[in-house]
């Protein structure tokens, strides 16, 4: 990252955290919500739910956790490793609890006794409806809103970059043709959205983070068949604009390992398209301020009316 | 537990997810919601935010992960090891991806390479706020509204008794005495409230769930001195009612260890009431059956006016 980039995302940050909307935590990319964000957050929310809902969605919402099962059925650790959270816990006697206070007195590794647990952390809000959709789609496939908690373990001083964050996702699961089309009609629609919240966004063709040496070559191949589109706006940096909407195709990655199928049992594709709440309640003070009482009063009444 | 209790349990869950209130996520404890458990969640959650929103709180919002360092000045580690949840991940090199991989192909454990995060998952919704809160407290105290995502690692077969939840609490810091105050005024609210779902529920003196030999001791202690009540109400069992609401002094317990003091450096006190909004939901659909649009119009107003 070039120098004046890291400037801008501290400058960004320190400015947020004096203007009490965000509140640090001691560790890097996680942070509290003051009043201010919460009533942006909400009202955003609200705002992507209601794009949604004339094609009546299943509503669903998943915790923050999810079946360790379940990612490694995604492929994830083969594309991510390094972004996952593992959740790991206790399950000793009195006397190795005795000896954890002890590590714990003595400032060394108390998690050395812990042993994975049967869940991780969610990195994307979508991941748990894929088992759960598993088996023969009805005609015109199945349409989807959820809302989760996702994290990702990328520690960064850009506010934008947060290691937990929001997704508010529509997700569907049905023919090629369909999850293309629902790609593309949502990309068209969240560029008006981000307008009407009068967000200047361009929309790239992009490549999730693969990890390591073989992840060139997927991302290559991820921006060759233009599967991923991101809208970037201006958060932290003007000169490194941030993905805070992003339309994808998944292809059969997520359908055919959940034995997700066709009505007439052939292949199944899925599609998603992901608003990240808070990159976009942060896009929304870089462009219009501090103080959302005096945001234009079109903005105002999408986000509260 | 009882046999009866323990049928209980499975027949609540298991006609939850027959009605698509719930949805399995191949591990206990942890559930998608489906669309009808969503409006009724979303309308407690509204129906709670409006109970506080008189008395002027400042609207906080924490992620679901917490600083492991915060987690081990609460002394949460000496009283519910068990219930833990410690975030590991991997940052390793190519060659130690292909390993993982390997172990992955293998089915086994493909956590030992992990390493320590500084994060954990949060316990309990207010935990975030101490850090934030530390030096001297203005006069008459500070009141907060906050809403999370807790973990606690306790698979049960128990819907009501779920990994991952969400607890909307009412936070006051102040002196001894207005602590008291509040935790007994939000008493007397709370069961207002839950009156006005039709939820019947009884106040008890309770205990929080310490680890171990030296935890029945705490547990007695605490409720010698009276500092816990919980609001039970029937949710999977009749015979054995679950804590819905729960109202806590925690005396300096939170304060002392974060350097919240009193404006002129004495010692503060802080109490909060805890709204658990899965259980809330689940003690609803119990009470008023699992079609929300024919539950009483009282019920339906205060929810979704």
């Given at each position: 990252m070039s120098r004046n980039a890291s400037e801008s995302n501290l400058a960004f940050r320190d400015a947020l955290v004096s203007a009490h909307i965000l509140a640090p935590?001691?560790?890097?990319?996680v942070y509290g919500k003051g009043p201010k964000f919460v009533a942006v957050f909400d009202g955003l929310d609200r705002f992507v739910t209601a794009a949604g809902r004339a094609d009546e969605p299943e509503v669903f919402r998943f915790p923050a956790v999810l079946s360790r099962e379940t990612l490694v059925r995604t492929d994830y650790l083969r594309s991510f490793p390094d972004l996952v959270g593992s959740i790991h816990g206790f399950e000793g006697s009195d006397a190795d609890h005795a000896a954890l206070l002890r590590s714990v007195a003595d400032g060394?590794?108390?998690?050395?006794p812990l042993a994975p647990t049967d869940l991780v952390l969610q990195?994307?809000?979508?991941?748990?409806?894929y088992p759960m959709a598993g088996g023969a789609l009805p005609e015109g496939g199945r349409l989807f809103d959820v809302l989760g908690t996702c994290f990702r373990h990328e520690p960064s001083?850009?506010?934008?970059?947060?290691?937990a964050f929001h997704m508010h996702e529509f997700v569907h699961l049905g023919t090629p043709d369909s999850a293309l089309a629902f790609r593309d009609r949502w990309l068209f629609r969240s560029q008006q959205m981000m307008d009407d919240l009068g967000l200047t966004v361009t929309p790239e063709i992009a490549n999730d983070?693969?990890?390591?040496?073989?992840g060139s070559m997927l991302a290559a191949s991820q921006r060759e068949r233009a599967l991923k589109f991101e809208l970037l706006a201006t958060v932290s940096s003007a000169e490194r604009p941030t993905a805070i909407v992003s339309c994808n195709c998944h292809l059969d990655h997520l359908t055919v390992p959940f034995g997700i199928t066709l009505a007439d049992g052939g292949i199944a594709h899925s599609a998603c398209v992901g608003f990240g709440l808070e990159r976009i309640s942060l896009a929304l003070f870089a462009a219009h301020g501090f103080e959302p009482d005096r945001w234009p009063r079109d903005v105002r009444k999408r986000l509260w009316q």
């Open positions: 935590s001691g560790v890097q990319g060394s590794d108390w998690s050395v990195p994307a809000a979508c991941y748990p409806l001083d850009d506010p934008a970059r947060m290691q983070p693969f990890f390591g040496r073989a």
